[in-house]
């Protein structure tokens, strides 16, 4: 059982969850349960797994890939700051937040983008047994509901953890309602914390903070 509740992350770290779920699939089968968010990256893993469980209000789908750069150019020459820039090749300070970014630059960064989302739609595609160019016709970046999911195959069943749990007990042809063992966990006061002030300022600087601005993202946004 992989219960997952993520709005996703950087690429990197997905993709090698995705794997290693599909090197445990091979030798056993993994049903995935969504929770209320499991979107972009969240996403991604999840298409490892033999079937995918979803309540009908989880938010999923989110495939797309996402990079968010500033530009303080006009704030720094309100404040007299001077940024300067010693470079080796031509595009090693893209993204740079003291500047405009320029036309080749973004012809460079988006190329990189559209490369990762086509990786991302392949998984997709690969995961579910559905048709590339079916993927691709949803795979924009929009956020679907549970149920709108399942109408477009992109999980198998609604449901939440208990028929999740059933499912798989009954691909691994185990007597229902299947023994099942929690995952242990230390307990934490900062995820105590987290869930008290969700949704406020407070809450949001005891999150942990994402990867580098320039690092590319599946990120529910």
Request: proline share 6%; glycine share 10%.
């Amino acid at each position: 059982m992989l219960r997952i509740r993520s709005p996703g992350g950087a690429v990197a770290p997905s993709q090698e969850m995705y794997d290693a779920v599909r090197h445990l699939a091979a030798k056993k089968p993994v049903v995935a349960s969504m929770g209320a968010v499991a979107a972009s990256g969240g996403y991604y893993v999840a298409v490892a797994c033999d079937q995918i469980y979803a309540n009908p209000g989880t938010l999923t789908g989110s495939i797309g890939v996402i990079m968010q750069m500033a530009n303080v150019e006009q704030l720094l020459k309100k404040v007299g700051v001077d940024y300067v820039v010693v470079k080796a090749g031509a595009y090693k300070d893209v993204g740079n937040f003291s500047r405009p970014m320029t036309p080749d630059e973004r012809r460079v960064l988006q190329a990189l983008l559209d490369d990762v989302h086509g990786q991302f739609i392949d998984a997709v595609a690969k995961g579910r047994k559905l048709d590339r160019d079916e993927v691709a016709r949803f795979a924009d970046g929009r956020v679907f509901s549970g149920r709108q999911a399942r109408d477009l195959k992109m999980v198998d069943a609604l449901g939440g953890l208990e028929d999740a749990v059933l499912a798989a007990g009954k691909l691994a042809g185990l007597p229902s309602p299947p023994a099942v063992m929690p995952p242990r966990r230390r307990f934490s006061i900062m995820d105590v914390l987290r869930s008290e002030f969700s949704g406020s300022v407070a809450g949001a600087l005891l999150r942990p903070s994402l990867p580098a601005a320039k690092t590319p993202l599946y990120l529910m946004d």
